[in-house]
Each structure stands twice: as structure tokens, then as C-alpha cells.
């Protein structure tokens, strides 16, 4: 049986039946059920790119001469993709992730909750579908790299496609569930909405309309959308394709009119343990540090401050820095990691730019490891770093001198 989140369970939203395309903006309900709330409205122009979690532009730092590769134009926000780019040695990305209120806080898609996204999309004739992949929007939650679902531009029977898909976590395939041709839909703005329910039992509905003109509409049930222990759900926007396909481009998408409703209710905030302020102790997601590439802090159960910062290591981009670390005299200190630990793993660490120290850790990934070794620090602000070169580290909960 699946674990609920950090919040413990939620109570599961009934699904109200309505003859409401899924293309139109939802209608209140008249009959004392759970209805549609807007919970996501956001504005170019007010907005900007501060409107998502995150930014993935350019991570590995590929083509720094094109960047920003996200960045909004006119009324839309708009991302590129050129041949030099890259996320690896076979693939690219220029996407954002998540969704952020007015407030600031990030949208959490949780266990049982169902959401409606709308927007309206322009694909060039540059954007073509691929025999590899190209992904134009995902779902996805930080504790699996595979995602849940997405729009994608599949070529099928040697025909250009538009597809929707999910996801199936215990073979790792695709299915996609929904498709249509692509060329008809090429320079032009479209509308696109996906309406899911993210659930051990969940549902993905997919409509797709030029103008008051249907294109797509269909829906699956009975599909698994919920895979995370600890954390939620979030959509991605954007180009991440396969360099592999013959004939790619220079290309761009353009997203605007961005619309996220959420039936019934605002989940209340999750609540969080409070952070270890006791001396020498740093936590890995404190504001102020950084996090570099896929590195980023995410919810965790048992570490201090319900936090940890994942993703660290496995080449020389993914990498977290501890700033702050104070230091009343120069000399040599010990250093001991909190961190979840999948079997073994190593971090290397340097301290304010010296030569890096191995700390290798055996346990875990539902307990938290410690490891201690001395650390040369100068009398004064440390800035301490955690990365691998050659594989992907331990998750980062603190840590503390002494």
C-alpha cells in the first residue's frame, strides 16, 4: 500500500460529473459538491518566468551565448531550442517546472486532488515531430525521474503527431491515449487542456481545439498518477527532445493564456518540523544556499526541517552549496553529514573552493545517515560544496560543525 505525503492522508475529492467541455472554463457548481476554483492565473507581464518553480534553461550551461532560452515575448512566454543545445550527451531541455501563486509558494498537485491545466500553444512548422522523442509539456514529481504523463510530437506510420500520453512506472512505457495530426495545427494558436486526477486510480482527459473547432477529446480511467512517497505533482512547459532525430531545427514554443483549476478546496500548507537551529548545524535547504543543475530540495519525512535537497551529482553540473558556515577561528573542524543514502554512495565536498574530500556513506534512503571528517575552515564565512563527478551522491538533510 502506498505511503500518503508528509502531511499525512488527505481526504479523496469526489469528482463531479458536468457536460462542460473541458476546453471551457469550468462552471461553479449549483448543487453543494465540490466545484472548480481557479487556483492559477498567472501574467506575463507581472509575472514573468517567476510565475513557475523553476527554470530549466540552458542547466548544463551548453550555449550560454543563446541564453535565456525561457523568457516571455510579447504576450506569451517563449522557449528555444537550438542544435547546440544540450541536457546530456543525447538529449536537450529548455523547459520550467511547477506552478507559483501570487503569493509566491509553489501549486502542490497532491495525492487524491484533481486538476484541470488550460493554455493556448503556437508549434512552428520548425517544431516537427521526431522518430526519437520531443516533449512539448510534462508531469512529473521530483522522486522519479520517469515522468507520469505528457504532450508529445511522435512521428506514427511515418505521419507527423500530436500525442497524449501517460506513463506505466513498473515496465517504464509509454501509452499514448490520445493523438492527432500535427501539421493542421502548425502555426497557428491552439487551445489544449488536460484535466487529471493525480491517484493510485486516477484519470487523464485531453482535449485539444482550434477555435471553437474540437480536434481531440478523450479520455482514460483507471490509470496509476500518483507515484510519489513524499512529494507532489507538477507540470513542466517547453522543448526537451532527443538529438537524435534526422532533420531537427532551430525552433521555439510559444505558451500563453495559462489557466490551473483545482476541484474543491486549497489544500491547506503542508506543515513542517522546524529546521535545526542548534549551533553549527546547516541545513542543505536554507535559504541562501544553492543549487545548481537538478538539484533542489524536496519534502522528506524523517530529516530535520522536513526537508532535503535531492539530486546532487553524476556529472559536473548537478551539485548543492551550504553558504554561510561560520567559523570563529581558522583550523581544522569536523564536519558531520545528515543525509538518505541508497545502498552506498559518495560526496565529494569542498570548502571553499580547495581541493575536494571524499565522504562515503552506506544506508538507507528511509533513514538518516551520518558521516563525519574534518574540514579546513577559515576564520570567518565558509561556503562548503557537495557534488560527484561519477554517479549521484546522497540526499542532503544538514550539516553540522563542531
Not at 73 to 84: M, Q, R, V
Not at 289 to 317: D, F, H, T
Not at 356 to 365: A, E, L, N, R, W
Request: charged fraction near 25%; include cysteine; charge should be neutral.
Amino acid at each position: 500500500m502506498k505511503l500518503t505525503r508528509l502531511a499525512g492522508a488527505l481526504a479523496t475529492l469526489a469528482l463531479i460529473a458536468t457536460a462542460t467541455p473541458a476546453t471551457a472554463e469550468p462552471t461553479p457548481s449549483q448543487s453543494g459538491r465540490p466545484r472548480w476554483e481557479l487556483r492559477w492565473d498567472p501574467s506575463v507581464r507581472k509575472d514573468g518566468v517567476k510565475a513557475f518553480e523553476a527554470l530549466e534553461d540552458d542547466r548544463r550551461g551548453s550555449h550560454p551565448e543563446g541564453q535565456p532560452h525561457v523568457f516571455t515575448d510579447k504576450d506569451a512566454w517563449k522557449f528555444t531550442a537550438h542544435l547546440e543545445d544540450r541536457d546530456g550527451s543525447d538529449r536537450m531541455r529548455n523547459e520550467v517546472r511547477g506552478m507559483r501563486g501570487h503569493d509566491g509558494a509553489p501549486l502542490e498537485i497532491r495525492k487524491d486532488e484533481t486538476w484541470r491545466i488550460s493554455y493556448r500553444m503556437y508549434i512552428p512548422d520548425t517544431l516537427d515531430a521526431t522518430t526519437s522523442f520531443t516533449h512539448i509539456w510534462q508531469l512529473k514529481n521530483s522522486d522519479v525521474g520517469t515522468p507520469i504523463a505528457q504532450i508529445s510530437l511522435p512521428v506514427i506510420g511515418g505521419v507527423q503527431k500530436i500525442a497524449a500520453r501517460y506513463w506505466t512506472l513498473p515496465d517504464n512505457a509509454s501509452h499514448d491515449f490520445a493523438t492527432a495530426d500535427l501539421e493542421p495545427i502548425q502555426n497557428k494558436w491552439v487551445t489544449t487542456t488536460l484535466e487529471f486526477k493525480s491517484s493510485d486510480d486516477g484519470y487523464m482527459r485531453w482535449t485539444l481545439a482550434d477555435g471553437s473547432r474540437t480536434i481531440a477529446d478523450q479520455k482514460v480511467e483507471h490509470i496509476d498518477l500518483w507515484w510519489t512517497q513524499e512529494q507532489y505533482n507538477r507540470p513542466k512547459w517547453g522543448i526537451y527532445r532527443s538529438i537524435k532525430s534526422a532533420g531537427l531545427q532551430e525552433t521555439y514554443l510559444l505558451v500563453k493564456d495559462l489557466k490551473a483549476w483545482q476541484l474543491g478546496p486549497a489544500t491547506p500548507p503542508v506543515k513542517l518540523p522546524a529546521p535545526d537551529r542548534s549551533p553549527g548545524a546547516y541545513e542543505a535547504e536554507r535559504v541562501g544556499n544553492v543549487w545548481e543543475g537538478a538539484a533542489e530540495p524536496a519534502y522528506c519525512a524523517v530529516c530535520s526541517g522536513g526537508r532535503k535537497v535531492i539530486l546532487i551529482g553524476g556529472n559536473v553540473y548537478d551539485y548543492a552549496v551550504v553558504k554561510g558556515v561560520l567559523s570563529e577561528t581558522t583550523g581544522t573542524r569536523k564536519m558531520t553529514v545528515h543525509a538518505l543514502v541508497d545502498g552506498a554512495q559518495t560526496f565529494a565536498v569542498s570548502v571553499n573552493g580547495a581541493d575536494s574530500i571524499q565522504v562515503p556513506m552506506t544506508g538507507t534512503k528511509d533513514t538518516v545517515t551520518t558521516a563525519t571528517v574534518p574540514v579546513d575552515l577559515v576564520a570567518g564565512v565558509n561556503t562548503i560544496r557537495f557534488f560527484s563527478l561519477t554517479a549521484r551522491g546522497p540526499e542532503l538533510d544538514k550539516i553540522v560543525i563542531s
